[in-house]
């Protein structure tokens, strides 16, 4: 459409002479041509083509929004696993059935796919590497400062401004925790440990069994050499028999490899043996089908066949002469080298797992070899006993009264697969807990106490602060409480009256810094230090910076460019999904007080 505009003349010429008219007329002619030019020049652009015919962006207010309201989905998943009294996810996928409280897990199950949402997910996974614990609270966390922040963004605040704000909160709550931690004594190590783990096993499934799990785990812990590899602890799980049935072996065992005829006839104890450990084959290998060899005559054919038995019996021979009484390998140990041991009372392993020869390596003082020519007294490794034991349906081989422990194993009991499966991962928290305990010079209360503190010593600063980032200090201050209020809501209390109460003790001065929730005692609210309720400094420290981190990302986001063939892909992925999962679906299993999922359910909008 063409819009021509003209000037209409006056209603009345009278009194105007002839020259003025002319000039007027001049006017409307020049007016009406430079709009006529100007329309067909803005018909005549050529519009730039920037990205791909197809490809979908959004950008400003709107598309913040949509970013936060995706975490928030995810927030909401996993805020019902928090605490002592969390509920479990039942997450099918295909065949695979897993019931869990541990964020960390349930992430990863549900396949999340928006890029918003995602971004919850790696500090989840990043916590989880990096502390063991914590998963589920540095989400609910990170969600609730982005509730927080999304009243700020309706307002029209700048997102630079609500990041300013949450960084200076940041800064000023780690300074709040190194001053009001409390430092370990080195009398009381052990016993500040143990405490860190009943605390961190309180919220799992073994919550019931936290006193006797905890001393496991803290003598496990200690065999650990200095850089505390927790690779060198083991936990191997037994189908059957009762979980308090569960035992630390103060060495190595694993499970009984694929072994030949003749594995019987060798002895299946030691005191104080003789071991070697092998990184190298020991069975004659078979010919290619496609081999070809060129001989004069028969004889020669011979002479190589003989060459191979040569070969593997000098092998064997040296690993004899060297005096080892137990010989491991990560290779196939073979029929004839298993009953050439047999006939000299050695007892042979092969095809062991990588992981459980470097933990025997470590436990034994023996030296993982390549070769055996110079086998000597210092590459042998030695043990107080030997044993091929039965446990449950399956056999072990344990090594055990190791002087040079520096590993151990947890041989973890129980009934159905995926009550162990669950109970694997929360020993696995829990160490990785004490672990950083070890390492760490100071422990705050839990159970909210220390949350309710930071808010409380928050709202103080925020009142010295000008401007808006007084409010924005505040809702960081309110977004630390959702800790202790779903800790009391996943218990079924009023939340709203446990933080009325916690406010108030904690305005009331210093010394009732380290009240918290408890459900343990009256009124649900008590001194959680006194309690016995310890976690370490450096795990809140972890939750705060992570969800700060990727709540100051997720906000600085105001555009969002989707290509089309990734969309595309994402579409066929699903359907493939659907496809493989269909065999699979009948009647959905129910968990106790848990929800389901399924890998169809991803999160996106």
């Known amino acids: 459409f063409f819009f021509l505009m003209i000037r209409r003349p006056p209603r009345s010429t009278q009194g105007v002479s002839s020259a ?22 803005y018909m005549l652009t050529p519009s730039v083509l920037l990205l791909k015919e197809g490809t979908d962006t959004s950008q400003g207010k709107p598309q913040m929004i949509s970013n936060i309201n995706a975490c928030q989905v995810l927030t909401e998943i996993v805020k019902t696993t928090l605490g002592p009294r969390g509920m479990d996810k039942l997450i099918h996928c295909g065949s695979n059935v897993t019931i869990t409280n541990d964020g960390a897990t349930v992430i990863n199950l549900l396949e999340v796919v928006h890029p918003a949402a995602k971004m919850l997910a790696d500090i989840a996974k990043a916590q989880d590497n990096e502390m063991g614990d914590g998963t589920t609270s540095v989400v609910v966390l990170a969600g609730e400062m982005l509730k927080e922040a999304k009243g700020f963004v309706d307002d029209g605040l700048h997102a630079q401004v609500i990041i300013k704000g949450y960084r200076e909160a940041q800064n000023e709550v780690i300074k709040r925790i190194k001053e009001v931690a409390v430092k370990i004594d080195p009398k009381e190590r052990r016993n500040i440990l ?30 650990l050499e200095g850089d505390m590899e927790k690779s060198m602890i083991g936990i191997k799980k037994v189908t059957g028999g009762s979980i308090t049935d569960s035992f630390l072996v ?37 010919e290619k089908e496609n081999a070809e060899v060129k001989i004069d005559k028969p004889e020669d054919y011979q002479s190589i066949v003989d060459a191979e038995w040569t070969i593997i019996y000098e092998k064997l021979d040296n690993i004899v002469k060297s005096g080892a009484q137990v010989v491991l390998s990560k ?56 044993e091929e034991k ?27 697969e995926q009550f162990i499966d669950e109970a694997e991962r929360s020993l696995n928290d829990a160490i990785m807990i004490v672990r950083r305990a070890v390492r760490c010079q100071a422990i705050v209360a839990g159970g909210g106490a220390i949350e309710m503190e930071l808010s409380r010593y928050l709202r103080e600063y925020a009142r010295n602060i ?17 800790i202790p209020k779903a800790l009391s809501s996943n218990a079924g209390l009023d939340s709203t009256d446990i933080i009325n109460k916690l406010r108030k003790v904690h305005s ?7 009240f918290g929730v408890n459900f343990n005692t009256p009124g649900n609210v008590c001194d959680n230090y006194k309690d016995f309720v310890w976690e370490p400094d450096t795990l809140k420290l972890s939750i705060l910076n992570a969800a700060t981190e990727a709540v100051c990302m997720i906000i600085s986001v105001d555009e969002t460019v989707k290509n089309p063939k990734s969309e595309q892909a994402q579409q066929d992925e699903r359907k493939k999904m659907a496809a493989h999962a269909m065999p699979s679906m009948g009647r959905p299993m129910r968990g106790k007080g848990g929800k389901q999922f399924t890998n169809l359910q991803t999160l996106e909008q």
């Open 331 to 386: 290779l196939p140990i073979g029929d004839l080298a298993t009953q050439y041991f047999a006939d000299r009372k050695i007892f042979c392993a092969g095809r062991v797992p990588e992981d459980d020869l470097k933990r025997v390596a470590k436990a034994t003082g023996a030296t993982i070899q390549v070769t055996v020519h110079g086998l000597t007294p210092s590459t042998l490794g030695t043990c107080g006993e030997f």
């Open 466 to 482: 000008q401007g808006k980032k007084q409010f924005v200090i505040n809702a960081y201050a309110k977004a630390l409480e959702v």
């Open 250 to 286: 103060d060495g190595v065992a694993f499970k009984k490899t694929f072994s030949y005829a003749g594995f019987e006839q060798q002895p299946k104890s030691f005191k104080n043996p003789k071991i070697c450990l092998l990184n190298l084959e020991l069975e004659l290998k078979a």
């Open 194 to 223: 143990l405490k860190c783990a009943q605390t961190s096993l309180s919220s799992k499934l073994v919550a019931t069994y936290r006193e006797f799990f905890a001393e496991i785990i803290v003598s496990a812990v200690e065999k």
């Open 390 to 416: 039965q446990i449950g349906v399956e056999r072990y081989n344990i090594f055990t009264k190791c002087e040079k422990a520096k590993s151990a194993t947890i041989i973890l009991r129980g009934g159905a």
């Open 508 to 514: 009331e001065g210093e010394a009732n810094k380290w």
């Open 20 to 41: 003025a008219s002319d000039v007027y007329k001049r006017q409307v002619s020049t007016q009406s041509t430079w709009d006529y030019q100007s329309a067909m020049s």
